[in-house]
């Protein structure tokens, strides 16, 4: 059967977590990993997680819906629309957008995004993912 909602994820973003991606990615912008210069010297006044961390959460939402089929062909579009700080919780959400059969696929795309505690959007996008008729319930 095809979701129409996804499984929402609830993630707390911690300064390790933000540390740990940070050496799985390379990326060692201050503005990260040292919540004393991104306090001088940046508008956030504290740092902020990695994007693409933020970003992860989303692709782990349509992995654990689509598993093999997102991971073999998935493919995610998002903004990043505010920070997330180390301290905040986000929830992942997907809703169906459209579905349309593709060969021996159907074709879904979802809306997707994740939201901070405070339900502000900081991710928004759209997912897209072909699944193959036979793990489709008709």
């Given amino acids: 059967m095809i979701p129409g909602e996804l499984p929402q994820l609830q993630k707390r973003v911690t ?18 990993t040292d ?19 933020v970003m992860a959460f989303l692709s782990e939402m349509m992995a654990a819906a689509f598993l093999d089929a997102w991971l073999s062909g998935g493919k995610l ?15 992942t959400f997907g809703a169906i957008k459209s579905q349309r059969e593709a060969g021996e696929t159907v074709h879904l795309e979802y809306i997707v995004g ?7 959007e900081v ?13 489709v319930e008709r």
């Fill in 15 to 32: 300064q390790e977590q933000v540390e740990r991606y940070a050496q799985a990615s390379g990326d060692f912008n201050p503005l990260h």
């Fill in 35 to 53: 919540p004393e210069y991104a306090a001088a010297t940046t508008s956030y006044g504290r740092n902020i997680a990695h994007g693409m961390l």
């Fill in 77 to 91: 579009q998002a903004r990043f629309r505010a920070p997330v700080y180390p301290g905040d919780t986000v929830t």
């Fill in 114 to 120: 994740c939201r901070n505690q405070d339900g502000g």
């Fill in 123 to 135: 991710v928004t996008g759209e997912a897209t993912v072909d699944v193959p008729f036979s793990a």
